[in-house]
């Protein structure tokens, strides 16, 4: 599951992930890119224009279509402070005059069934803007998502501050395999990169058994 406001910075993420698993689940702001990508009209949402190509890139690689689930709607709002409480609407009709602040049920509801039938979940990043309660909803019923994952007997891994900080309000701590500090980290690792205090444990467990050999 990747979150997060820009899809800057995910790019390599995706593409090493999309050939690796069953879903790619995608929310918060920068689904906004990928809807304009798929030539849909976005209101005032956040939309990286640049990043535009990219996104149509990522949604024509293969099994993209398959494996990669966009929110089918969202919480739209006039502002993003939490004044306008905001209302759902289809990913399809979203206003003009205004911005998506969060996932909307019907989104919410196919993550928990995506997630019913995962064994390993990875989730990286908020659904909506997460830091104003208004919009809060999807990030919070993701986190619960997760952790009834981990409740079923499989793996769990949350990594990055907004994620982290759901799964600490809601009190789901102890129901997640592992929470990752390292958001940035478990990021590159994901995009395939070799970590400096990984390789360091590596060649210093290569290096054990010739010493211990002497």
Same mark, same amino acid.
């Given at each position: 599951i990747l979150g997060g406001a820009k899809i800057s910075g995910k790019i390599d993420v995706i593409r090493n992930l999309l050939?690796?698993?069953?879903?790619?689940?995608? $929310?918060?702001?920068?689904?906004?890119?990928?809807?304009?990508?798929? $030539?849909?009209?976005?209101g005032r949402s956040?939309? %990286?224009?640049? #990043?535009?190509?990219?996104? #149509? %890139?990522?949604?024509?690689?293969?099994?993209? %279509?398959r494996k990669i689930l966009l929110?089918?709607?969202?919480?739209?709002?006039?502002?993003? $402070? $939490?004044?306008?409480s905001g209302h759902a609407a289809p990913v399809d009709r979203i206003p003009a005059g205004l911005i998506g602040v969060d996932i909307g049920p019907q989104s919410i509801e196919a993550i928990q069934g995506a997630l019913a039938e995962s064994r390993t979940v990875f989730w990286n990043g908020p659904m909506g803007i997460f830091e104003v309660p208004a919009y809060a909803a999807g990030t919070i019923a993701t986190a619960k998502a997760v952790a009834q994952g981990t409740s079923r007997g499989g793996f769990t891994v949350v990594g990055g501050g907004d994620s982290l900080a759901a799964i600490h309000q809601c009190g789901l701590e102890g129901e997640i395999s592992h929470l990752s500090t390292g958001g940035g980290a478990s990021l590159e690792f994901l995009e395939g990169r070799v970590l400096p205090g990984v390789a360091a444990l590596e060649s210093a467990a290569k290096a054990a058994p010739a010493k211990a050999a002497r």
């Open positions: 050939p690796r698993v069953d879903r790619l689940i995608i $929310g918060g702001g920068m689904t906004f890119t990928f809807l304009r990508a798929k $030539g849909l009209q976005t956040l939309v %990286e224009e640049d #990043k535009i190509p990219l996104a #149509k %890139e990522i949604l024509g690689l293969p099994d993209a %279509e929110p089918r709607d969202c919480v739209v709002s006039a502002d993003t $402070g $939490g004044a306008d």
